[in-house]
């Protein structure tokens, strides 16, 4: 587009970034003009050039600055904190523009009221119980209208797309139980997602080690698949192990996905546990394998080691038959609890990824109960010898008092696994960051900056260009977002700036919470969310429906 047309009426010029674009290609220095919203100018080289220059009533000198497409988060658990946290920094100030939520299988939409109350309780120590939100909504729709009215109706801190949640749709249809869905429940959930799809959702997402999603089998997956690749939209699995059967659980993810014709991405698509140590590679040639023969794959990860998760996502798939209060109920019992103790400890339960557990390298991160605050930090081997008593009967406990709320950390990951997947071409970024609990993961707070500063700046891992199109482009063509994404004229400005010799996340295991540096600006719509490396109270965000 030729300057000359807008020059006297543009919002904002960008002058002299280092424009990353999205795509991958070199970056190149140009001014961006910005008005009512839309990127309308990218005039390269402009001041070499000696070109007319975009005007805007506002000028941002960005020199030293890198210029990107706003980061989207493919991986995240800020379903109720978009709701209740109009600030949100976690995200906002990482750059992050679009999260996807309604992850792992379990969200708060479509529900009925007794679903809802057993998916508050399930989820609690993601999200917390809930009690300080107005459930108001029931379906899909409802709930992506929530997003776009919330707080008083100027919006949300951030873009959100949602992911219909296979394992709420089964409770829904089915209940908590163990057992194949009958003909008439699976009409039933079929018909859940078609409607959660039409209602704007752009995909399906699994959680099967967690219950109740993790009761389908292959083939109710696949029917459920089919409606959502009618419908344009995506399957997002947490497949059915990341520990001892992590290959062939990918393994069953791609013939499932293929088999139903429907795109699959690889949600925290990690390799982790002592069996797979080195074994990426192996992870890789599937894919590979895969997309040579035609697949549609993409995947995110996260850029630590540790995972995170709940403590009872921990428990045999047996213990959660029948929702969370029975899974109370089986704690209560002495008998049976001994046997939960057994499969977590010899046999390896599969909640634990067929892996015995190792108390040591679960660390507790937030309690939903006060008095059990002086557990977070230590891990749970840390906690029993504090109690002078063995960790399951530690463990136990605590998922007693807290009414199943505990979050952990796993400290169970591999480095040269992290570095080797992030490298190939369909990985996108994924924080999965969980927000609750007084010790979080630090990837709710600094994945984004992470990457950018530890894996592109000091250790090379990826190129600045690449990393960002991981970030940004890459994550945009999987939700089929046809205007966000790239830096181009006529595409929405979802921007951010950030200073490549400085961007880092603030945020440890010891200050999870910590903001990121380098990051002075992030543009919503054309809107500053932070300005000067200060949030605004700009509240731009809205919910991205499939279109």
Sequence with gaps: MDPV???????????????????????????VAVKEGRIVAVVKEAAAAGCQRPRARRELDAEGLVLAPGFIDMHAH?????????????????GVTLEV????????????????????????????????????WRSVGEYLDRLDHGFGGEGIAVNAAYLVPQGTVRALAVGWEDRPAT???????????????RQGAVGMSSGLTYTPGMYAQDAELAELC??????????????????????EAYAEMVRLAREADCPLHLTHATLNFGPNQGRAGELLALLDEALAAGADITLDTYPYTPGCTTLVALLPSWAGEGGPGAVLGRLADEDTAERIRHHLEVTGSDGCHGVPVEWE??????????????????????????????????????????????????????????????????????????????????????TFPQYLGRYVRELGV????????????????RLRLPDRGVVREGYRADLVLFDPATVAPGATFERPRALPTGIPYVLIDGRFVIEDGRRTGVLAGRAVRRT
């Design 5 to 31: 047309g807008f020059a006297d009426f543009a919002d904002l010029v960008i002058r002299d970034a280092d424009v990353a674009d999205g795509t991958g290609a070199p970056s190149y220095r140009a001014d």
């Design 101 to 136: 939520v309604g992850q792992d299988g379990l969200s708060y939409a479509p529900v009925d009221d007794r679903t809802l109350a057993e998916v508050r309780r399930a989820i609690s120590g993601w999200n917390g119980d809930g009690d300080d939100i107005d459930f108001t």
């Design 78 to 94: 800020s379903d109720l904190a978009l709701l209740r946290d109009p600030d949100h920094s976690a995200k906002a100030a990482q």
């Design 361 to 446: 390298t679960v660390e507790i991160s937030g309690v939903g109960a006060p008095a059990l605050a002086e557990y977070v930090g230590l891990t749970v081997r840390e906690a029993a010898a504090r109690r002078g008593e063995e960790p399951w009967t530690t463990a136990r406990r605590l998922l007693r008092e807290d009414r199943l709320g505990i979050t952990v950390l796993q400290h169970v990951g591999h480095e040269e696994n992290v570095r080797a997947i992030m490298r190939h071409r369909v990985h996108t970024g994924g924080s999965d960051g969980i927000l609750q609990g007084a010790k979080p993961h630090p990837r709710a707070y600094g």
């Design 183 to 197: 003909p008439e429940e699976l009409a039933r959930m079929r018909q859940l997602v078609a409607e959660g799809m």
């Design 462 to 477: 990826l190129s600045l260009e690449e990393c960002v199109a991981h970030l940004t482009g890459r994550p945009a063509a």
């Design 226 to 247: 089919r409606v959502v690749a009618a419908r344009g939209g995506y399957y997002c699995p947490h497949h059915r192990s990341y520990g001892a059967g992590a290959l």
